[in-house]
């Protein structure tokens, strides 16, 4: 079964959560404090972080971000009283894959734990697909690999799944219901800012570096992967005469 890791500085909500999770048949560990818990992550390698942002020691924030520099593996749920848009987008930015606002029901909880730990079963199904030439790029699922113009791209397993899902189907709406259903394992996410800050960062990892444009949005709806060649000389041109216009 699973190995979570609840870090919480609420003593109460730390046990109340970790009472559930082992309920639930995960095997648990817990800390109030963010320098300890980060010890304990690096030290134990869960397969799932529930994740507070008020915390001693060290924030959430700095936490996930300093989680990400040597695992971009381990699910990272967000639990949290701050419900502005903009910690929201701030937490997903310093690496967590998903979010609850506190107060929440412990059934949603469960179905949030248990969604974002089906990449066990996720890992297997990409490992049978076949890789997927477009463009300059080249997506490897079995090897959780994505080069550009033959350089590899480092992706989180979040942005990896994004583009595999949108790649399967070049062209096609995909809206950001169907995504939310395939890369996430819900009806609805609590916010589309999750997937599009997950976007964001799937672009500037591969558009940077690739003489192509991929994921295109289609505002109000979701996204549609189509690769569309651009002229890099071009456009470096245009941002230097919006710049001299601009100082001028």
Known sequence: ?????????????????????????????????????????????????LLDLMLPGLDGFEFAHEIRKTDRDVAIVMVTALGEERDTVRGLDAGADDYVTKPFSMSELLARVRANLRRVRERAVLEADESIESGDMVIEPSQLRVTVDGEPVRL?????????????????????????????GYDHLASSRTIDVHIRRLRQAIEERSHYVYVHTVHGVGYRFEPQPIDKDLAAATAVNADGQAGA
């Open 1 to 49: 079964m699973a190995d979570i890791l609840i870090v919480e500085d609420d003593p109460i909500i730390r046990q109340t959560v970790d009472y559930a999770m082992r309920r639930a048949g995960f095997t648990t560990r817990s800390s109030g404090d963010g320098l300890e818990a980060l010890q304990m992550a690096h030290a134990q390698r869960p397969d799932l972080i």
């Open 156 to 184: 989180r397993l979040k942005e990896f799944q994004l583009l595999l899902a949108l790649a399967r189907e070049p062209g096609k709406l995909m809206t950001r219901q169907r995504l939310s259903q395939e890369v996430w």
